[in-house]
Structure formats: structure tokens, C-alpha cells
């Protein structure tokens, strides 16, 4: 599989900047948001913001980003479908194939002393785990990396031509478990702050 476009938005930007350069040196499109596009830019690498991308401006206070059709457009629809590649044309949807995204730091924000409800609630991440589904369900055809830990196999891989499927099962499942760790942080907490009894039985 090739990839031509990736998106990039991430809270720990530890390794981003060799990991775009790797990409962009690649011939890779790169787009992303707010201080993630500020910090690869920076470094002189071609980045497109992801609000000049959709035609869309950032709302209310940067909780509104990503939530777009030519976003998730991009990252759900399937390659070999006999539809769907027609529709992502007809309503100009390029195909994203290949997501990064690691999410706002939820559990470093709560373990903080004097953190309030107001901060918390904020750093809870919306835009990032909804892309985080989108592509690990449409895994075969995009590639989701949610941790930095994961760029230089990615990169090995991508130069090999091995992206194998069995390789982006494996990513798509490193995906999941990352959003469900996530979501039961802020379940956990929400038990916690409110004084909640949890009706989830694991």
C-alpha cells in the first residue's frame, strides 16, 4: 500500500519532528493541526493545516478540529469498494492513509494536585479517538499509529514494502486498546470525582 497523505496530531510530540521528516523525504503529504502543524513547519517541512485542508475554521476553542467529512471521509472509505471510491470523488474526499494521533494527556492532567473539574473536562479528547476508530476500522486500507514507540518500525516497514495486513491488524488492535485505555480513564475518574457507583462488569 502507498502512502500518499498522513495525518498527523499529537499531544507528546516526542520523535515527530525525524518521523515527518522521514515521511515528508518519502514523498508523503502531510496534514495536521494546530501545534502539531506549528512544530513540523517550524522545522521547515511541508505541512498543511488541517483547517485550510477542509475549508473549515477551528471552533470553539480548538474542541472542534477534525470532526469532518473529508477527514473521516478519507480515513473510512474503502479502497476496493465498487461504491465508495466514487463518492469520495464526487464529494472530493482524498483518501488519508496513514494516521498519527496520540491524545490530550486525560491521566497526566487528573494525577495533577490542584487540577479543577473545569481542566480536566478540557482535556478530555474528542476529535482524536473518533480518528483513532475511523482508521482501525478501515485498517486494511489505512495505517493508525497512536504511540511514538511505533515510528521507526513504521518507517522500516514502509521502505521494505511490507505494510502487511497482518501488520495493520496488529496496529488497528494497538489502537483500540488505546482508546479503551483512554475511555476507562475518564470513566474511572468521572466514578471517582462524582461519587458514582460504575454499572460496567468486566
Known amino acids: 500500500m502507498k502512502i500518499q497523505r498522513a495525518l498527523i496530531s499529537v499531544s507528546d510530540k516526542t520523535g515527530l519532528i525525524p518521523f515527518a521528516k522521514r515521511l515528508n523525504d518519502l514523498g508523503v503529504e502531510i496534514l495536521s493541526t494546530g501545534g502539531t502543524a506549528k512544530a513540523i513547519s517550524d522545522e521547515g517541512i511541508p505541512v498543511i493545516e488541517i483547517s485550510d485542508y477542509t475549508n473549515a475554521p477551528e471552533m470553539f476553542d ?16 474503502r479502497r476496493d469498494h465498487p461504491d465508495d471510491p466514487k463518492q469520495a470523488e464526487k464529494n472530493d474526499i482524498p483518501p488519508i492513509d496513514l494516521l498519527v494521533v496520540n491524545l490530550y494527556p486525560f491521566e497526566k492532567t487528573i494525577a495533577k494536585e490542584d487540577v479543577d473539574l473545569e481542566e480536566a473536562i478540557e482535556n478530555i479528547d474528542i476529535g482524536g479517538p473518533s480518528m483513532i476508530r475511523s482508521a482501525a476500522k478501515n485498517h486494511q486500507d489505512v ?26 491488524t496488529e496496529l488497528a488492535l494497538r489502537a483500540f486498546e488505546h482508546t479503551a485505555s483512554y475511555d476507562a480513564a475518564i470513566s ?5 470525582e462524582k461519587n458514582l457507583e460504575s454499572k460496567i462488569h468486566v
Not at 477534525?66 to 473510512?76: A, E
Not at 499509529?145 to 521494505?160: S, T
Open 62 to 77: 480548538g474542541r472542534l478540529k477534525t470532526i469532518h467529512p473529508k477527514v473521516h471521509g478519507g480515513l473510512l472509505y
Open 143 to 168: 495505517s493508525i499509529l497512536v504511540n511514538n514507540n511505533q515510528y521507526e518500525k513504521f518507517i522500516k516497514e514502509l521502505r521494505g514494502g511490507t505494510l502487511t495486513s497482518s501488520y495493520k
Open 188 to 192: 474511572n475518574w468521572l466514578v471517582k
